[in-house]
């Protein structure tokens, strides 16, 4: 399945658009990565999502996102990483209009 729980004592599982996911009250964790795309008028969407334990981890797919990308205008982002009261988040607008990309994807 591509997503886990982060905490799998309380998980159910449902079927989304052919894979699994692990859902909690609290998060979806990805298990592996996952690439979606969609087109709009003449822009390609490209959504990533990946599991990254830590800041620096996360920072580093981000960064292989936007090499394996280079013609992208825009690469938003957003990560979230720990659980509990030891949460530590990070998004980015890449340019789009202030609050319209990083913190809707968190």
């Known amino acids: 399945p591509p997503f886990r729980s982060g905490m799998a004592s309380k998980a159910t ?3 989304h658009k052919g894979g699994v996911l692990t859902a909690t ?3 979806l964790v990805p298990e592996q ?3 979606a795309e969609i087109k709009v008028k ?3 969407f ?3 999502i990946a599991p990254t334990p830590s800041v620096e981890a996360a920072r580093e797919y981000i960064a292989s996102l936007k090499q394996r990308y280079p013609d992208g205008r ?3 982002y957003a990560f979230s990483i720990g659980h509990g009261s030891s949460v530590i988040q990070g998004m980015s607008d890449d340019g789009e209009p202030s609050g319209t990309a990083g913190r809707p994807m968190l």
Do not use: L, T, W
């Open 25 to 27: 009250a609290q998060r």
């Open 46 to 48: 490209i959504g990533s």
């Open 13 to 15: 599982r449902s079927n």
């Open 42 to 44: 003449n822009s390609r």
């Open 33 to 35: 990565e996952v690439e």
């Open 74 to 76: 825009h690469h938003c």
